[in-house]
């Protein structure tokens, strides 16, 4: 393939091979290129839990049965808080709740790398990192590529940014970036032989969580998020015996005494959360390169799958059939804005570390003792419905008729 193509994707995770494959099924020729010189390349720091809002990008990606095949496991999150667990539930005569994958890094970077690289018109360089944008007359035209210590260009009518929270794509382009501080902690540690942990599970201690998420090969990943004030002095001193003491702390522990942990305890002090507008001339950002959100609530993955979706949506067609791409990327832009906005506003604000507010203790109550109310709360964590919708007043009525009725398990019978 010659050095001019419809498409430059800078990163071959899970946002740019997604692009990639996407654009190419339109008929685009690709250019996919990746630091990393391993096919089996995977990023460690993440715990992998996949949202159910990013299943249908899956599914058309073709990658649903690859991933099933190699042990992901399908989940419906539960969730304790201070009012009991919330356990959403199959609605009976309607169709199954929707539902999630957890899979480990290791098995699903490479997968989806190998399905971009045989996909045709990709052509993925491994080896290859991107140190610089080319521009003309106002717009980016292509990218500057080192491999092997050797400098080249690469032309395209659309450059992509999907090299991920420390983007240099995004830093050259000089989109306006928004940043806010990160106040809690994360790490986790993969066991295996915590057997009776099937479902996916999140303590809300409020404002500190944890979560356990089981994978696929009998590997459940254990994390937690304590807030910075109170616990990083603590993490920073003794961080097995500070990480394992969080974990029996919680109600319902999983046991990790009896299981054997098979990875270190990996994790992050310092993850602030990053939010570039997500396109220029010529030009586009997907996955973590565009938000960066709090890896609290496990959104990063299938935000990436679904941001390239998005893009592909909007300047596929055109980037194929070689139309223009710059009434797409402002379709692209209000697109992610729509669908993220609210959500990472929230986040945002909530990794700030606070207590819940009224709003959120009315909806999160009522979740735990009502089906319907878990179900919606479902929904919402699963990135199905907008913080509008989640608590719009509908909402809100309904939980409050939830809580007025509620009676204590060891009430004394009404008369
Ligand atoms: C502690 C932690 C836990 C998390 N847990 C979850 C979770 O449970 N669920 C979830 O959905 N999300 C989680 N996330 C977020 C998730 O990891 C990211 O959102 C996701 O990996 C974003 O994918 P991406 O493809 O945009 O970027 P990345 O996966 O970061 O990939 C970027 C790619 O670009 C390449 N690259 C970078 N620079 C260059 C360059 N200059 N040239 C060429 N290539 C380059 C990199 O090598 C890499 O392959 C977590 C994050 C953290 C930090």
Redesign the pocket.
Known sequence: MSDDYDVVI???????CAAAILFANLGARVAL????SGMD?Y?V???????PSCMPVVKTLGLLPLLEEAGARRHVTHLWTRWGWIEPQDEPGREPLPHGLNVRRQTLDPLLRRLAAGTPGVDLRLG????GLLEEDGRFTGVRVTAKGTQSRLTARLVVG????????GDLSGLPVRLSANNRL?F?AQYRGLAEDTASRVWFLDPDTAFA?PNDDGVTVV?CSPNKEQHASAFRADLEGSFERFVRALPDAPRIDRAERVSKII??RD?PNVYRRPYGPGLAL????AL?TD?LW???????FQSAQWLVDAVGPAVAGQGDVLPGLDAYGEKHRAALDSHHKLMEDYSAVRPFNVFERLLLSAAARDAGAARHYHAFASRLIDVKEFASPGSLLRAARVNAFHRPRNAPPKI
């Open positions: 800078v990163g071959a995770s899970i946002a740019g290129l990746e630091k990393h390349a990023k720091l993440c715990t992998h839990t996949l949202q290859h990192s991107v140190n999907a090299d991920g929270r420390g983007t240099t794509v994360g986790f998420f994390a994790g992050t993850l997907v996955g973590d390169a960066a890896p496990g959104v990063g993955c299938g935000w990436a």
